[in-house]
């Protein structure tokens, strides 16, 4: 009975539906990686053994070379919304722009870890192999920048918005409430989206940053990540 009762726990069925999902899936080896990694420097400042370092240094490796193998192909649907974006007319010209040049980016970076997957996993090993990670960390960068001007500039659409509503009509409140959700949710994008811009900026070598510092946002954006396609998936 203790058993069934777990087994068919809604909890349980939703967990389900979670791991059902690439996005799901990919969220979740992500937060664990970048944990990996933040825990990894943690015991290495900490003066921890090599023996005991090495068990997080290889789930970053690997958990990371795993989800490059999960999001072969993924650039097609990347280049399938920004063309979605780009004939999308009736949207803020300036999101859309964003909208199209995150998509591109996210299309680059993907179909260069695709072959950067092929010379790590020593399918066929290639010479130029770091130097397309390079522009694929620089496409991944583009693209952060290209969602966060977008974050900004939505911030400051709805904080105008905000400022023509009269609160005390019944409509406006509704209407108040709505913009609220929608600043909040554009807040945590942008939280999401620094965070993420540390992983690629300190791989190029334009800011420097240790991989506790990398490790720790990759961590929190990870965590922001996996809570919205929970909640996606409820």
């Known amino acids: 009975m203790v058993a069934d009762a777990l087994i068919y726990h809604p909890s349980v069925s939703h967990y389900l539906r979670f791991v059902a999902t690439t996005a799901g899936r990919d969220k979740l080896l992500r937060l664990i990686q970048h944990f990996s990694k933040f825990y990894a420097w943690y015991l ?9 370092i090495r068990p997080f240094d290889a789930i970053k490796k690997q958990f990371g070379l795993a989800r490059k193998l999960l999001s072969v192909g993924k650039n097609v649907e990347h280049l399938q919304l920004a063309a979605k974006a780009a004939d999308a007319k009736n949207m803020d010209p300036v ?16 179909s260069l870890d695709m072959v950067g997957y092929l010379d ?3 399918i ?10 390079r522009l694929a960390n620089k496409a991944s960068l583009t693209g952060l920048m290209f969602n966060t ?3 900004v500039y939505s911030l ?8 023509g509503l009269d609160g005390k009509e019944g409509e406006g ?12 949710a554009t807040n945590i994008q942008l939280l999401c989206d620094l ?10 070598g334009y800011v420097n940053l240790d991989d506790g510092v990398v490790g720790l946002a990759g961590t929190v954006s990870s965590l922001i990540g996996v809570w919205s396609v929970w909640k996606k998936t409820a």
Do not use: F, H, W
């Open 124 to 133: 066929r090993p290639s010479e130029s192999a770091k130097r397309l990670q």
């Open 195 to 204: 965070c993420d811009m540390t992983i690629p900026a300190s791989a190029l």
């Open 173 to 184: 409140v509704l209407e108040g409430k709505r913009l609220m959700r929608e600043r909040t």
């Open 149 to 151: 001007v977008a974050g």
């Open 156 to 163: 400051a659409r709805l904080r105008r918005r905000e400022e």
């Open 95 to 110: 999101l859309r722009y964003c909208a199209v040049g995150r998509q591109l980016s996210c299309a680059v970076d993907l």
């Open 120 to 122: 790590v996993a020593g």
């Open 44 to 52: 290495l400042r900490s003066n921890y053994a090599a023996s005991q």
